[in-house]
T-cell receptor
Framework: QKEVEQDPGPLSVPEGAIVSLNCTYS??????FMWYRQYSRKGPELLMY????GNKEDGRFTAQVDKSSKYISLFIRDSQPSDSATYLC?????????????FGTGTQLKVEL | DGGITQSPKYLFRKEGQNVTLSCEQN?????MYWYRQDPGQGLRLIYYSQIVNDFQKGDIAEGYSVSREKKESFPLTVTSAQKNPTAFYLC???????????????FGPGTRLLVL
């Protein structure tokens, strides 16, 4: 079993829809959570990061962490065609471990006109 | 502009050949990382370095080598011992906060390695 599970998709939604992207994890030592967006043939771009349980909002993006359920989500409101990309969740333990990140496999999102 | 650069964008390797991928950063970050990305497998850590002249193996170091002679540079060599080198290679860097924790990693644009 992988430490981080993420549905690969593809997920196709109409423009303006609310998108929910999710990851589950098995290692309770993970304390720091990130979401990256990766366009085709490009490097990942950091979208959001958080240490704590609860919600963190940044514009159209909301990151949600539920440590008791070992479950994280990224919500995208008013989705746009430019949001079409692969979304990677990543996480690590807070101290030590050399800042090693454990990634999900990524969810491919397509927002259609 | 501050950032991470990787070169070349595409690299072709012949059988039995060693090739070197370049990664440079001008962010003054302490730590640098190399990942490999394959379809359906996410990113896997090859090597990382937290300070100059020191580096550690990641999860899939076999067939790869690195050096860290300068803070700004962390080149990756794909040796002939790596039997399946075709992949997208990503370099990243991060810096240490005042609390001693590493900040989030920021990525370069990647190098696509193909075997002839």
């Amino acid at each position: 079993q992988k430490e981080v599970e993420q549905d690969p998709g593809p997920l196709s939604v109409p423009e303006g829809a609310i998108v929910s992207l999710n990851c589950t994890y098995s290692n309770s030592a993970f304390q720091y959570f990130m979401w990256y967006r990766q366009y085709s043939r490009k490097g990942p771009e950091l979208l959001m990061y958080t240490y704590s349980s609860g919600n963190k909002e940044d514009g159209r993006f909301t990151a949600q962490v539920d440590k008791s359920s070992k479950y994280i989500s990224l919500f995208i409101r008013d989705s746009q065609p430019s949001d079409s990309a692969t979304y990677l969740c990543a996480m690590r333990i807070l101290t030590g471990g050399g800042n090693k990140l454990t990634f999900g496999t990524g969810t491919q999102l397509k927002v259609e006109l | 502009d501050g950032g991470i650069t990787q070169s070349p964008k595409y690299l072709f390797r012949k059988e039995g050949q060693n090739v070197t991928l370049s990664c440079e950063q001008n962010l003054n970050h302490d730590a640098m990382y190399w990942y490999r990305q394959d379809p359906g497998q996410g990113l896997r850590l090859i090597y990382y370095s937290q300070i100059v002249n020191d580096f550690q193996k990641g999860d899939i170091a076999e067939g790869y080598s690195v050096s860290r002679e300068k803070k700004e540079s962390f080149p990756l060599t794909v040796t002939s011992a790596q039997k399946n080198p075709t992949a997208f290679y990503l370099c990243a860097s991060s810096t240490r906060t005042s609390g001693g924790y590493q900040e989030t990693q920021y990525f370069g644009p990647g190098t696509r390695l193909l075997v002839l």
